[in-house]
């Protein structure tokens, strides 16, 4: 381990299941080319994170929403399991919008971006010059916690495909047979 306790091989692999989630996001703006337009929108969300079909139409029909040097992050309903079961004890601002611009100057990475959004939603805060807290409408600054901008829809599936999950994805301090065996 380094002094970030990273786990790597003298190939450079990282083995830590964070540092490789963080950097595979990051890695996605190598697709961008270079015949993309600067106020082309780039939007950062994990496949569980589902933005409305309105709140999108929303972004598209005002522009002026996301300009450059201003992030738009979504606040959007949390469930676990099926839509039975809403997380109301947390909010969550993911998925989150820039401008291909702010990525190429390196405003911010998909990753920073994404940070920044954990932040927002542990301070419950409404946003600022940089932040648009968006909740899918007209008054997208302040956010009434209803998550009219879409859901995060995880550990849906069966006991199978949560336990897949659970053996796969960032976060390991789940993967134990109690965890897994509650399922």
């Known amino acids: 381990s380094d002094a ?10 990282i083995h830590n299941s964070w540092e490789m989630e963080k ?9 961008i080319s270079a015949k993309v337009p600067p106020s082309a929108l780039l939007m950062i969300s994990d496949v569980d994170e589902l933005p ?13 929403l996301c300009q450059p040097g201003r992030a738009l992050h979504f606040v959007t309903q949390m469930y ?3 839509l039975s079961t809403q ?14 611009q702010d990525a190429r100057d390196g405003r911010w990475s998909p990753q920073s ?15 600022n010059e940089q932040h648009t807290i968006f909740n899918g409408n007209d008054n997208e600054k302040e956010s009434n916690g209803n998550g009219l901008a879409g859901w995060h ?8 495909d949560r336990t897949r999950k659970i053996q796969s994805f960032s976060h390991q301090e789940f993967n134990t047979p109690s965890v897994i065996n509650a399922l």
């Open 4 to 13: 970030n306790g990273n786990d790597s091989n003298e190939k450079g692999i």
């Open 23 to 31: 950097q595979v996001r990051n890695a996605a703006l190598q697709g």
């Open 52 to 64: 409305s079909n309105s709140a999108m139409n929303h972004i598209r029909n005002n522009p002026s």
């Open 80 to 82: 676990y399991y099926d």
């Open 87 to 100: 997380v109301s004890s947390e909010l969550w601002y993911h998925p989150q919008i820039m401008t291909v």
């Open 113 to 127: 971006l994404r940070d920044i959004g954990f932040e927002l939603s542990r301070a419950a805060s409404t946003g």
């Open 153 to 160: 829809m995880s550990y849906f599936g069966n006991d199978a």
